[in-house]
Nanobody, 117 residues
Framework: QVQLVESGGGLVQPGGSLKLSCAAS????????MAWYRQAPGKQRELVAI???????IYADSAKGRFTISRDNADNTVSLQMNSLKPEDTAVYYC???????????WGQGTQVTVSS
């Protein structure tokens, strides 16, 4: 059974930082394209960043220069370091694993990030 469990969300002031983590079980993260998505109230879910199994990471324009996605193969986790947070970053953040060749895709349950003073 595949599980993606996010942690690290919470309430932070504008300009602050948070680090989200996604612990994977049932898959090996370096064999999947791992990504972070977010969904704000009343909006569609959107891609924040993706780290493929091979190749360069990709960031949404809103995340460039502020967020960093990384993968720890030893711990089988994926993280999202978020700096200079803005109120518009407020959303539920979801971890995603996709392996196109296997037609496999998995989602975590999400973690709430609230940026407010």
């Amino acid at each position: 059974q595949v599980q993606l469990v996010e942690s690290g969300g919470g309430l932070v002031q504008p300009g602050g930082s948070l680090k989200l983590s996604c612990a994977a079980s049932g898959i090996i993260v370096n064999r999947y394209a791992m990504a972070w998505y977010r969904q704000a109230p009343g909006k569609q879910r959107e891609l924040v960043a993706i780290i493929p199994s091979i190749g360069m990471t990709i960031y949404a324009d809103s995340a460039k220069g502020r967020f960093t996605i990384s993968r720890d193969n030893a711990d089988n986790t994926v993280s999202l370091q978020m700096n200079s947070l803005k109120p518009e970053d407020t959303a539920v953040y979801y971890c995603n694993a996709r392996r196109t060749a296997a037609a496999a895709e998995y989602w975590g349950q999400g973690t709430q990030v609230t940026v407010s003073s």
